[in-house]
């Protein structure tokens, strides 16, 4: 079965960075797609970014284009999400998915595409 596990969730000051991993294991199809949503308290997950393994192809919500990078190592099955010049607004619990042969993205990242999900992280901004 598809195990997914997050790390490098925690607490920073506005304008700083933050790096979340996740190590993927246990799929039985050649390629997938692995992604990240997050879900501020009080409002419904929203899909942020997805990579594609079999050609790298990323989706990125407009929200965070030019401030995320998500990247993978496929050696070591893990897929990372590199936080910049992070906000007060993306305080969240971050979850990263996964569904198989390729990210599901048009018109957005729908919760119900992506079958495997881990326990998720928190990220604090604050002062």
């Known amino acids: 079965q598809v195990q997914?596990?997050?790390s490098g969730g925690g607490w920073?000051?506005?304008?700083?960075?933050?790096?979340l991993s996740c190590a993927a294991s246990g799929f039985t199809v050649p390629y997938h797609g692995i992604g990240w949503f997050r879900q501020a308290p009080g409002k419904e997950r929203e899909g942020i970014a997805c990579i594609s393994s079999s050609d790298d192809s990323t989706y990125y919500l407009d929200s965070v284009k030019?401030?995320?990078t998500i990247s993978r190592d496929a050696i070591n099955n893990?897929?990372?999400l590199r936080m910049n010049n992070l906000q007060y607004e993306d305080t969240a619990?971050?979850?990263?998915?996964a569904r198989d042969y390729y990210c599901s993205a048009a018109g957005g990242m729908a919760v119900d595409k992506y079958p495997y999900w881990g326990q998720g992280t928190q990220v604090t901004v604050s002062t």
């Open 93 to 97: 619990a971050y979850y990263c998915t």
């Open 4 to 6: 997914l596990v997050e």
């Open 78 to 80: 893990t897929v990372y």
């Open 66 to 68: 030019g401030r995320f």
């Open 12 to 19: 920073v000051q506005p304008g700083g960075s933050l790096r």
